[in-house]
């Protein structure tokens, strides 16, 4: 039996390529060993049978940020049940229209950012771009996010109007934001800063009773049709 040698060394040989080109391949996701894609360069081989994809490119793999339909009953940032063990490659969004390619490097380290409360639904960022994690961060107060809150009970008189200017929460005043009906039991709210809890508390000064909530975007990403629990990425070019 041979020593084991590096995946990529081995590929270079195969493929007659520079080691710098066999490293992308795999990394890529363009190579298999015994039949299962393997993206470790460093991955031991010896008399395994190594395949490059006849379609491979030489492309640089970027870092993912995933979006997610997070469900009720699941915790965005921290907690027991964390909404990020739901990101899987079976749980893709099949219409997911960012046309990267599915990796198995996509699923490690994924940092959730853009709190959302535990008893809420929706969009959830979950990254491994430094870049995308310093914006959502630094910048999170600045970034708009809108929500379909369903209520019931009967608005206090010009209580719409008292929703978007004039509130307190938690004995500070918050900021002016829009809110208008989406429908006899939905209220749309566009805001910055949200905080855990706000919406329900702002709903109740009105005399509302919050019965659902659902965040629909973050800055310029929208939820779109995306169903409950499914997750697509973060095309390139797209920005929040």
Excluded at 149 to 164: A, M, T
Aim: net charge positive; glycine share 8%; aromatic share 6%.
């Amino acid at each position: 039996m041979s020593d084991p040698v590096r995946l990529a060394t081995y590929l270079a040989d195969l493929a007659r390529c520079s080691r710098i080109e066999a490293d992308q391949y795999v990394k890529g996701g363009y190579v298999s060993v015994d039949g299962r894609v393997i993206e470790d360069p460093a991955y031991p081989v010896t008399t395994q049978v190594v395949a490059l994809d006849p379609a491979a490119k030489l492309e640089t793999v970027e870092p993912a940020t995933i979006l997610l339909h997070k469900p009720v009953g699941y915790d965005a940032i921290k907690g027991r049940k964390a909404a990020a063990g739901l990101v899987q490659p079976g749980t893709r969004w099949p219409d997911d229209p960012s046309g990267v390619r599915l990796l198995e490097r996509h699923f490690h380290r994924l940092v959730p950012l853009m709190p959302l409360d535990t008893e809420a639904s929706g969009l959830m960022v979950l990254t491994q771009d430094g870049r995308v994690r310093r914006q959502l961060t630094e910048d999170r107060d600045e970034i708009e996010q809108e929500f379909v809150v369903e209520v019931s009970g009967q608005i206090v008189p010009y209580g719409l109007f008292k929703l978007g200017h004039g509130l307190q929460y938690r004995g500070r005043p918050l900021r002016p934001c829009k809110v208008s009906w989406q429908n006899e039991i939905r209220l749309r709210f566009a805001l910055k800063g949200v905080q855990e809890g706000q919406l329900r508390d702002m709903c109740s000064q009105v005399g509302l009773d919050v019965v659902a909530i659902r965040r629909i975007r973050i800055g310029k990403v929208p939820l779109a049709k995306m169903p409950v629990g499914a997750w697509r990425y973060l095309p390139a070019g797209e920005r929040f």
